[in-house]
């Protein structure tokens, strides 16, 4: 059964510090993994997919990499702003189902 | 504008009652998901569907029931049956390939009194 952990659950920087997301899992065989962004109380917004073929995607300044033997993922977001602050939670895609990590909450102190 | 909505937002329900939450989208999307969030946890499945009159469940489904009778519409019933119903539930919905993103919904926050 397919584990996601996402180490450390809580981590708080100062603006302009550049963030480092972890994310691992146990089964290696995924279709893709994505991160995605919680603000309180609300829905999940999609940041990045990486499909399994992939070793990194980019947007602005998130970049996602995936090293599947190892079974790790790591968003790094540059230049940290207090709009950063949120729970980042990531997925793995396998036989059709999303699996979950618990998100590490973010907070960004100006 | 496309997108999906979840009403409501806030729902109350007393023991023993049925309750349904509900989920529709405009996106054109084949595929649909209920989820449930508990704090300090991951999202967990509760049922998927993957096209219309047709459903699967997922790793939590007991006490949960759903429909689909229309491509845009996927509500959920939290059944008297369930132990533990208060929980942030989400939906969303995606292109029918593996390899598609999912689009969540703004959820709804259910409590049972």
């Known amino acids: 059964k397919q584990e996601v952990t996402q180490i450390p659950a809580a981590l708080s920087v100062p603006e302009g510090e550049n963030l480092v997301l972890n994310c691992s899992f146990t089964?290696?065989?995924?279709?893709?993994l994505q991160w995605f962004r919680q603000d309180p109380g609300k829905g999940l917004t999609s940041l990045l997919l990486?499909?399994?073929?992939?070793r990194e995607q980019t947007s602005g300044r998130l970049n996602a990499s995936l090293d599947k033997s190892s079974g790790r993922s790591t968003l790094y977001i540059a230049a940290s702003q207090p709009g950063d602050s949120a729970t980042y939670l990531c997925?793995?895609?396998?036989?059709?189902?999303?699996?979950f990590g618990a998100g590490t909450q973010v907070v960004v102190t100006p | 504008d496309g997108g999906i909505t979840q009403s409501p937002k806030y729902l109350f329900r007393k023991e023993g009652q049925n309750v349904t939450l509900s989920c529709e989208q405009n996106?054109?999307?084949?595929?649909m998901y209920w989820y449930r969030q508990d704090p300090g946890q991951g999202l967990r499945l509760i049922y998927y569907?993957?096209?219309?009159?047709?459903?699967q469940k997922g790793d939590i489904a007991e006490g949960y029931s759903v429909s689909r009778e229309k491509k845009e519409s996927f509500p959920l019933t939290v059944t008297s049956a369930q132990k533990n119903p208060t929980a942030f539930y989400l939906c969303?919905?995606?292109?029918?390939?593996?390899?598609?993103?999912?689009?969540f919904g703004p959820g709804t926050r259910l409590t049972v009194l």
């Open positions: 969303a919905s995606s292109l029918a390939g593996a390899a598609d993103t999912q689009y």
């Open positions: 089964d290696s065989a995924i279709y893709n």
């Open positions: 990486i499909q399994s073929s992939q």
């Open positions: 997925a793995v895609r396998d036989w059709g189902k999303l699996q």
């Open positions: 996106l054109n999307h084949d595929a």
């Open positions: 569907s993957q096209i219309v009159n047709d459903f």
